[in-house]
């Protein structure tokens, strides 16, 4: 099997969750304090994003975006890019809620 990158959606993802690509601005907050950050895609149970500085892996954080503050860890980073796997996975409503706020911000 080809070693592809953690990031980016490919025909090898076998998630069960569907994926929601989105442009989100958000923030990271952890012992460190708060940062900025970009959501590029997230799910039910979690989120891929971008930092100038991303966080430690394993480390417990909170990610701001789309109106919601999610806790959770943070499972993996590779250059600038993680993945973060939320504490509690989103309900169906709380998806939509992200999604229109995603499409409410770009027809702004």
């Given at each position: 099997?080809?070693?592809?990158?953690?990031?980016?959606?490919s025909c090898f993802d076998l998630r069960k969750n569907k994926?929601?690509?989105i442009f989100e601005p958000g923030?990271?907050?952890d012992g460190g304090g708060k940062r900025r950050a970009h959501v590029?895609?997230?799910?039910?149970?979690?989120?891929l994003?971008?930092?100038e500085t991303p966080p430690v892996p394993g480390n417990?954080?909170?990610l701001?975006?789309?109106?919601q503050a999610l806790a959770g860890r943070v499972a993996w980073v590779e250059n600038r890019h993680?993945?973060?796997?939320?504490?509690?996975p989103l309900s169906a409503e709380a998806v939509d809620r992200v999604r229109r706020f995603g499409h409410a911000a770009a027809a702004a």
């Open positions: 099997m080809t070693n592809l990158p953690r990031y980016g959606l994926r929601e690509k923030a990271i907050e590029l895609d997230f799910s039910a149970t979690g989120a994003a971008y930092a417990i954080l909170v701001r975006f789309a109106g993680f993945g973060f796997v939320f504490a509690a």
